[in-house]
């Protein structure tokens, strides 16, 4: 289903949206009618960062978003009560593009730094405090959840979720965008797709564009593998685990199953009722490859038992547990892409990339890589 969110904030709760006055909230027509200048597709914090700079320097853009939802891999879940991140965890301070973005252009007083600092843990189980350095920068999170800073961007943007572009035909002027219903959904001169890596490569199989254009294309894009990652979320009452002196823990020596454990409650008071405690669990790259296909419950069980060794207490079953498969959670560092190879072959057709693989799997990164790509698109049309 096609559905436009030009984009109203979830009615459950309301927003202060700073800095806004004065930005259009009127959608172009075109924009309305999909026959804006530039499509981007996915509408993941790169997209969105794109868009916005396309949109400062007068071109009508229109974004199309696979899911129900914006924000990508930088998302938020309500349910049972709890709100958590089963994605990016927060976003790393003291980087200019996302500071600007966090912190001027969509300041709001739901932008929250976690107080507490990041410790590590190695494969025997022994905890140490963290690098003080690192603790030192802050770590940006939203007291509604990271989702939060995606919401704030999409406003007034012309977003169509739920939308899938299959596939891309080349017309020789212009894009033609295809939806899974093999149905034309935009025709325009350019074509930003920010979709991972392998995902980008899928749809450039399926479109059709110059034959030597797609062979390049799917060698470049074809260098970028991605980490799969299994997500948990357990919750137990509060006093099953007392306060931490630390908000996570980390895996220092990439030799434990456990590669990250964060506690949610440490994010803001609007995250987890008083009395229960929520923990985050990510499973290391092998670990979550090898467990894949257990069902739900078989993992939840299992990550339970890794918590008891890893803290050192014989936890009872969570009251509550959800679990997030991510197939292509984070760029492997040693296959980033290079942007001038890519676009070297692709910019001549007016279709460009953004995305993590071409920066790392880091969210501030993403909006950086969103800005880049946007200025490239901008560059070649002057
Ligand atoms: C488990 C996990 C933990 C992480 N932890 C952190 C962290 O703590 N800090 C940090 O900074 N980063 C973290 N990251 C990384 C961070 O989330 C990503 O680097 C960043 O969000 C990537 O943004 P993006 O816009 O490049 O890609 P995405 O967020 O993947 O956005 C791409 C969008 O394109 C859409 N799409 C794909 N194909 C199509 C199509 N054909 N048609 C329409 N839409 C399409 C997708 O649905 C998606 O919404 C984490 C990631 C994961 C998975």
Same mark, same amino acid.
């Given at each position: 289903?096609?559905?436009?969110? @030009?984009? *109203? ?10 800095n806004?006055?004065?930005?259009? #909230?009127?959608?172009?027509?075109? #924009? ?13 914090l790169s !997209?969105?960062a794109a868009?916005h700079v396309?949109?400062d ?34 976003i790393h301070g003291q980087a200019p593009v996302s500071d600007a973005l966090l912190l001027e252009r969509f300041a709001?007083?739901?932008l ?10 190695? @494969? ?13 920068i802050p770590r940006w999170?939203?007291?509604? !959840?990271?989702?939060?800073l995606?919401?704030?961007m ?16 080349? *017309?020789?002027? @212009?894009?033609?965008?295809? /939806? ?38 799917? *060698? ?12 948990? +979320? ?17 895996? /220092?020596?990439? +030799? ?13 008071? *609007? ?36 918590? /008891? ?44 990339? /953004?995305?993590d693989?071409f920066i790392g799997?880091r969210a501030h990164l993403a909006l950086a890589q969103g800005q880049e790509s946007a200025l ?7």
């Open positions: 289903m096609r559905r436009l969110v @030009s984009t *109203t904030l979830e009615a459950e709760r309301e927003l202060k949206v700073h806004m006055q004065g930005r259009p #909230e009127i959608m172009r027509e075109q #924009e309305r009618t999909g026959q804006a200048e530039v499509a981007v597709i996915g509408a993941g !997209g969105l868009a396309l949109r320097h007068g071109l009508s853009v229109v974004l199309y978003e696979r899911e129900e939802q914006v924000g990508g891999r930088a998302t938020t879940r309500m349910r049972s009560g709890f709100c958590f991140d089963p994605g990016a965890q927060y709001t007083p739901e929250v730094a976690i107080a507490k600092p990041v410790w590590t843990f190695d @494969s025997q189980n022994r905890i140490h405090e963290g690098d003080p350095r690192l603790n030192s999170t939203y007291q509604h !959840g990271l989702l939060t995606a919401q704030l999409a406003h007034g943007l012309p977003v169509y979720t739920g939308c899938e572009i299959t596939r891309l035909a080349y *017309t020789g002027q @212009s894009w033609l965008l295809f /939806s899974d219903a093999a149905k034309i959904v935009a025709e325009v001169p350019y074509v930003l797709v920010t979709a991972p890596a392998p995902q980008a490569a899928a749809l450039i199989t399926t479109s059709e564009l110059p034959h030597s254009l797609q062979q390049t294309l799917l *060698t470049e894009l074809g260098r970028a593998r991605y980490r799969p990652l299994l997500s948990l +979320a357990l919750a137990w009452p509060r006093r099953t685990l007392p306060p931490t002196p630390y908000y996570a823990l980390v895996n /220092s020596d990439k +030799a434990h199953p456990i590669s990250w454990l964060a506690r949610e409650e440490e994010k803001g008071p *609007t995250r987890v009722p008083p009395e229960w405690t929520l923990l985050i669990v990510q499973l290391a790259p092998d670990y979550s490859r090898a467990h894949w296909s257990w069902d739900d419950q078989a993992l939840a069980e299992r990550a339970t038992a890794l918590l /008891s060794d890893l803290l050192g207490q014989q936890l009872p079953k969570p009251d509550f547990y959800d679990v997030q498969r991510w197939p292509l959670a984070l760029p492997e560092p040693e296959t980033l892409l290079d942007a001038e190879a890519v676009h070297g072959t692709s910019a001549p057709y007016r279709l460009f990339f /953004s995305g693989a799997g490239r698109l901008l560059a070649h049309r002057r």
